[in-house]
Protein backbone atom coordinates (compact mmCIF):
# COMPACT_ATOMS: atom_id res chain seq x y z
CA UNK A 1 0.00 0.00 0.00
CA UNK A 2 1.19 3.31 -1.05
CA UNK A 3 0.39 6.75 -0.19
CA UNK A 4 0.14 9.40 -2.62
CA UNK A 5 0.47 12.85 -1.57
CA UNK A 6 1.97 14.96 -4.55
CA UNK A 7 -0.96 14.81 -6.50
CA UNK A 8 -3.63 16.30 -3.71
CA UNK A 9 -2.04 18.47 -1.85
CA UNK A 10 -4.88 20.62 -0.81
CA UNK A 11 -6.28 17.20 1.08
CA UNK A 12 -3.22 16.65 2.53
CA UNK A 13 -3.18 20.47 4.00
CA UNK A 14 -6.96 19.76 4.92
CA UNK A 15 -5.81 16.70 6.99
CA UNK A 16 -3.44 18.14 8.79
CA UNK A 17 -5.49 21.08 9.75
CA UNK A 18 -7.72 18.81 11.33
CA UNK A 19 -5.02 16.78 12.96
CA UNK A 20 -3.61 20.23 14.45
CA UNK A 21 -6.81 21.18 15.77
CA UNK A 22 -7.72 17.72 17.02
CA UNK A 23 -4.61 16.30 18.40
CA UNK A 24 -2.35 19.15 18.51
CA UNK A 25 1.11 20.25 17.03
CA UNK A 26 3.29 17.27 19.22
CA UNK A 27 0.93 14.66 18.35
CA UNK A 28 1.02 16.29 14.78
CA UNK A 29 4.08 15.51 14.40
CA UNK A 30 4.68 11.99 16.15
CA UNK A 31 1.70 10.74 13.44
CA UNK A 32 3.64 12.32 10.63
CA UNK A 33 6.99 10.55 11.58
CA UNK A 34 4.76 7.13 11.95
CA UNK A 35 3.05 7.37 8.58
CA UNK A 36 5.81 9.53 6.43
CA UNK A 37 7.94 7.52 4.66
CA UNK A 38 11.83 7.66 6.18
CA UNK A 39 12.64 9.93 3.46
CA UNK A 40 10.50 12.82 4.29
CA UNK A 41 11.82 15.59 6.93
CA UNK A 42 9.80 16.91 8.67
CA UNK A 43 11.45 20.82 8.79
CA UNK A 44 10.85 21.00 4.73
CA UNK A 45 7.39 19.67 5.14
CA UNK A 46 6.84 22.44 8.36
CA UNK A 47 7.00 25.22 5.89
CA UNK A 48 3.85 23.31 3.95
CA UNK A 49 1.74 22.86 7.20
CA UNK A 50 2.59 26.72 8.59
CA UNK A 51 2.20 28.33 5.37
CA UNK A 52 0.18 31.46 5.59
CA UNK A 53 -0.13 31.04 9.44
CA UNK A 54 0.86 34.08 11.57
CA UNK A 55 2.59 33.38 14.67
CA UNK A 56 -0.42 35.21 16.65
CA UNK A 57 -2.47 32.76 14.74
CA UNK A 58 -0.42 30.10 15.87
CA UNK A 59 -0.86 30.91 19.31
CA UNK A 60 -4.13 31.39 19.79
CA UNK A 61 -5.18 28.03 18.13
CA UNK A 62 -2.44 26.63 20.84
CA UNK A 63 -4.17 28.18 23.74
CA UNK A 64 -7.51 27.51 22.57
CA UNK A 65 -6.30 23.82 22.29
CA UNK A 66 -4.83 23.25 25.86
CA UNK A 67 -8.08 25.40 27.55
CA UNK A 68 -9.86 21.83 26.09
Do not use: C, D, H
Not at 27 to 34: C, D, G, M
Amino acid sequence: MSIQTSKQPSLLKAAFEVLLRNLGPQKTTQLWQILTPLKANYTNERKKIFEGKSITNLYKQAKNFNKR
